[in-house]
T-cell receptor
Framework: AQSVTQLGSHVSVSEGALVLLRCNYSSSVPPYLFWYVQYPNQGLQLLLKYTSAATLVKGINGFEAEFKKSETSFHLTKPSAHMSDAAEYFCAVGKGSYIPTFGRGTSLIVHP | DAGVIQSPRHEVTEMGQEVTLRCKPISGHNSLFWYRQTMMRGLELLIYFNNNVPIDDSGMPEDRFSAKMPNASFSTLKIQPSEPRDSAVYFC??????????FGQGTRLTVV
């Protein structure tokens, strides 16, 4: 069994500030972990993925995430937020036959 | 490649009517997923096909929902009869084994 918990349905930051979106997972086997972004009226787009190689994963648009097995976490960060980062972000866990289980999503709001 | 193509983008129908959503996956991908997204329940996996065969349909809400994949380039999700609680955004996604899932733009279904 596997599941994902995203802490905080909304995160608000100022432009230029650090972005931190939290994700904790539960999996009975070593997981694959993913972050997706969804812009309004769009489908989900993969930001980055962890597949048991390097624990620090770099993705598109300056985002990165670190896999911490001891904390069962895979938090998403970006050093400096941009207005265009405003979107819904989903963490997902999957393995093997690749049926990702998604979290409820976190809405990132960026203030000027 | 044009990506995953879903049609229609928007559908408004009356309660009791049959609704058919269509999906063309990315050429060469061997896995196809149908998801439903609502505010209340988030992103839910409805059904997963591998090599055109339904592997996991445990997420299909009830017998009113059915999905087919007659060939590698086409899938349908049918709701008959439709109900207002079926109103949601339905996403199709495709994947090449153990790589990222590519999502379509979604179909926004409104049942009145």
């Amino acid at each position: 069994a596997q599941s994902v918990t995203q802490l905080g349905s909304h995160v608000s930051v100022s432009e230029g500030a650090l972005v931190l979106l939290r994700c904790n997972y539960s999996s009975s086997v070593p997981p694959y972990l993913f972050w997706y972004v969804q812009y309004p009226n769009q489908g989900l787009q993969l930001l980055l993925k962890y597949t048991s190689a390097a624990t620090l994963v770099k993705g598109i648009n300056g985002f990165e995430a670190e896999f911490k097995k001891s904390e069962t976490s895979f938090h998403l960060t970006k050093p400096s937020a941009h207005m265009s980062d405003a979107a819904e972000y989903f963490c997902a866990v999957g393995k093997g036959s690749y049926i990702p289980t998604f979290g409820r999503g976190t809405s990132l709001i960026v203030h000027p | 490649d044009a990506g995953v193509i879903q049609s229609p983008r928007h559908e408004v129908t009356e309660m009791g009517q049959e609704v058919t959503l269509r999906c063309k996956p990315i050429s060469g991908h061997n896995s196809l997923f149908w998801y439903r997204q609502t505010m209340m329940r988030g992103l839910e996996l409805l059904i997963y096909f591998n090599n055109n065969v339904p592997i996991d349909d445990s997420g299909m809400p009830e017998d009113r929902f059915s999905a087919k994949m007659p060939n590698a380039s086409f899938s349908t999700l049918k709701i008959q009869p439709s109900e207002p609680r079926d109103s949601a955004v339905y996403f199709c996604a495709s994947s090449l084994t153990l790589t990222e899932a590519f999502f379509g733009q979604g179909t926004r279904l409104t049942v009145v």
